[in-house]
Nanobody, 124 residues
Framework: VQLQASGGGVVQAGGSLRLSCAASGSFFTIGGMGWYRQAPGKERELVATITGRGDTNYADSVKGRVTISRDNAKNTVYLQMNSLITEDTAVYYC???????????????????WGQGTELTVFS
């Protein structure tokens, strides 16, 4: 199983960007998915999460500016980021709780996977 993140870049403050993260490989289904970020010199922090049912949760620092969504048919999670600020500069990592087979799904036993990270730089 692999998570492939994409969509990072260099954006002027006030701009928008959409990150994508697709899961590939052999598995039964995906549970919760999320985005985390790590700014230079700081610890990794949660940005947003979305459950399999579509319930979302956001860090206070991004509420109102960021929308997380998922396409279960494509095994993909998105992060739409608007009104970007320089403080959004970080490497963004996607995360997914993956059920490897039906048995692990019935046991509610998932494996946590991380994407490789995609870098976002916001300049003023």
């Amino acid at each position: 199983v692999q998570l492939q993140a994409s969509g990072g870049g260099v954006v002027q403050a006030g701009g928008s960007l959409r990150l994508s993260c697709a899961a590939s490989g052999s598995f039964f289904t995906i549970g919760g998915m999320g985005w985390y970020r790590q700014a230079p010199g700081k610890e990794r922090e949660l940005v947003a999460t979305i459950t399999g049912r579509g319930d979302t949760n956001y860090a206070d620092s991004v509420k109102g500016r960021v929308t997380i969504s998922r396409d279960n048919a494509k095994n993909t999670v998105y992060l739409q980021m608007n009104s970007l600020i320089t403080e959004d500069t970080a490497v963004y990592y996607c995360n997914a709780g993956i059920f490897r087979d039906r048995g692990s799904w019935l046991r509610r036993s998932f494996t946590n996977y991380w994407g490789q990270g995609t870098e976002l730089t916001v300049f003023s």
